[in-house]
Structure formats: C-alpha cells, structure tokens
C-alpha cells in the first residue's frame, strides 16, 4: 500500500509531521519511556500540554532520546487560567522550562474557555473574544520563543470570531475531536475551503471508546481487505482527509503500529466516511458543564451562549 504524506506545509513554511505521539493520560513514570520508544521507532512529533501535567518528564526523555532539536515537531498548549494577555508569556515560559527547549514548533489555546485568574470562575469576555490573548501569541512569535500558534477545539462560529480581526499570524492549525463517532464533516469542509489544517485527537476515541472503535465492522472489514490492523484503518482514515492525527498510546507496540498509515482505495475511504458519517455525532470530550460556562461550548451560535 502507498503510504500518506508525511508531514504538512504551514503558513510559516515550516513541515509539521502528520503523526504525533499524543500524550494526554500518559501518566508520570510511563511518559518518558513512551516518548523515548516513540522517537526511536521514528516519531519526530509529539503533542503535549502544561496542564498534562508531565511536560517535565517529556523534556527529560527528548534530551535522553539524542535527536536533535532540530529534527523535531513539539507542541504545547495555553491553560485556560493564563489567557489574560498578561499571563501568556510567563505560561510559556514554564513549560519552555520543563520541556528544556528554548522554543516550542507550536502552542496552541487549549480551548476558547478563559477563567479569571486564580479562580475557577469563566471570564466571559475573554472567552467571547480570543483576539487579546492571540495578540499575546503573536508576540511571542516576534520573540522566537514560538514558532506557529494555533488554537484548539474551536469550532466555525469561533473561528469566524477570532479571524474577522486584523492578525498578524493566521491560526496555523485547529486541534479538534476528530474520530469514528465523532467525524465533523461541516467543519473538515470549512476548514478545506479556508486553508486551515485540522489535528485530530482523541483519533481512536479516547481510552473509553478505543475497544468500539476497533470493533466497527467497516474498520474491521477494511483491515481485512487491506492487511492492516484496524488502528491504522482508522489513523490511515483521519490522515487521509487531510488531518494531522494524534494518537496516544504508552505501549510500544501499539506506539509502533499508529505510525504506519497508508492511503486507503478510495472505495474503502468512501466506505468508512459513509459509515462515519451515517450515525449520531458524539464527543468525548466537553468541558462546558464541568467549568460552569452555562452553555456548550461548541454551539454554533453566536453571539455564544444567547
Ligand atoms: N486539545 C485537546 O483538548 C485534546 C483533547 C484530547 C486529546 N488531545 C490530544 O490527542 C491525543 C490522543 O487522544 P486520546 O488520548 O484522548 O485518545 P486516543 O489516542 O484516541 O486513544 C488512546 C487510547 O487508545 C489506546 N490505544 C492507542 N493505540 C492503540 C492501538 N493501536 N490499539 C489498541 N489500543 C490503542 C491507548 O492505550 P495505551 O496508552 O494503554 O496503549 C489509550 O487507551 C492526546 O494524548 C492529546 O495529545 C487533545
């Protein structure tokens, strides 16, 4: 089989590799030898964030694995607790710190949700309007301290949002829920026709729905049809439509395996996204209830939560 692209071009010019060792719930004394094995068997991504709590540990394994900064793709991501334009810089810092790198390839806003500092409360004219803490973004660009900003779980209505204002830096990528259950078609269109590369996570449903997914009879037919395990059907799928798929896992073989993607017979791609497409969406992860904000988080609404 012919394998995907391996990487993708952005606005910057720089070449983000289309498959990432995710490592969300990659617990501390896991972490480290996952991202180790994971740049061993050639990973050169991998896709973290501070409130991951184990950003110290990845730092640790990239300076023990001796590949060279230069060789690799780290993203980060902004807490909601930091989006006071204020605040951006010194949340940079201290995970520049704990990965001991001198710049990250990408940082993202985690999620358009910003909490008052020091408290648990939304600041809902932060989280209506991103546009001052992607103003803090872009200077951090100007200082080299990052090289692409992007944002994450943003869906049309809040790209529309932040894009309507006068930037210096475009978003170079959104980082959404992209799966099986969960496939987004509108916004994987929308995101085509404006040239914005999408990332897909939780890619085989998250830890709870991995085992379904797996199970689907289309994924379960194409890897039979094909000769490749069904997490790479659905990897190879995600790639396929034009994403950078994340894939977490701490099990070498398994870290192995989610690296291989091929580009499916157009039949079976059109096969899956059929059946991807033909049921309910359903998300794994949504915040909006847990942090209070009183209405969801990915309503297309606007002005939001009116
Ligand atoms: N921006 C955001 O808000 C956001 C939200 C969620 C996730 N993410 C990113 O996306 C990454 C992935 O998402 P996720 O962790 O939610 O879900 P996921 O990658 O869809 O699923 C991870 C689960 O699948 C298992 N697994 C991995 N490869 C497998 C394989 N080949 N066969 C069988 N089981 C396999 C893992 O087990 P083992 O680890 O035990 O092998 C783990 O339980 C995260 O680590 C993070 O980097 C970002």
Do not use: C
Not at 176 to 198: G, R
């Amino acid at each position: 089989m012919k394998p995907l692209p391996s990487y993708y071009e952005l606005p910057s010019g720089d070449k983000i590799p289309s498959v990432a060792l995710g490592v969300w719930k990659a617990s501390k004394g896991q972490v480290g030898q996952a991202v180790k094995h994971a740049l061993k068997t050639g990973y050169r991504h991998i896709d973290g964030a501070w409130i991951y709590g184990n950003e110290e540990e990845v730092g640790k394994a990239i300076g023990e694995s001796g590949v060279p900064r230069g060789d690799l793709w780290i993203t980060s991501k902004l807490w909601n607790d930091f989006h006071a334009p204020e605040d951006v810089e010194a949340a940079l810092d201290v995970s520049l710190k704990a990965l001991n790198t001198e710049y990250l390839d990408l940082y993202l806003i985690h999620w358009p949700i910003a909490f008052k500092k020091g408290t648990r409360e939304v600041d809902h004219s932060l989280t209506e309007n991103v546009y001052p803490t992607w103003q803090a973004l872009e200077k951090l660009v100007d200082k080299g301290k990052v090289r692409n900003i992007g944002v994450s779980n943003f869906n049309i209505a809040r790209m529309k949002n932040l894009t309507a204002n006068p930037l210096k830096y475009t978003p170079a990528v959104n980082q959404v829920e992209l799966s099986f259950w969960n496939p987004q078609p509108s916004l994987i269109s929308w995101a085509k026709e404006n040239h914005l590369l999408l990332e897909a996570y939780s890619p085989l449903g998250g830890d709870g729905q991995v085992g379904n997914s797996l199970r689907v009879p289309e994924v379960q037919e194409i890897a039979k049809e094909v000769g490749i395990t069904p997490a790479q059907v659905i990897i190879s799928w995600l790639a396929q439509r034009g994403s950078v798929v994340l894939p977490k896992s701490v099990t070498p073989s398994r870290i192995d395996e989610n690296l291989q993607v091929y580009e499916l017979p157009q039949d079976l791609f059109e096969k899956l996204e059929k059946a991807a497409e033909g049921h309910e969406p359903k998300r794994t992860v949504n915040p909006s209830k847990g942090v209070g904000l009183g209405y969801d988080v990915f309503d297309e609404g606007w002005p939001f939560g009116q």
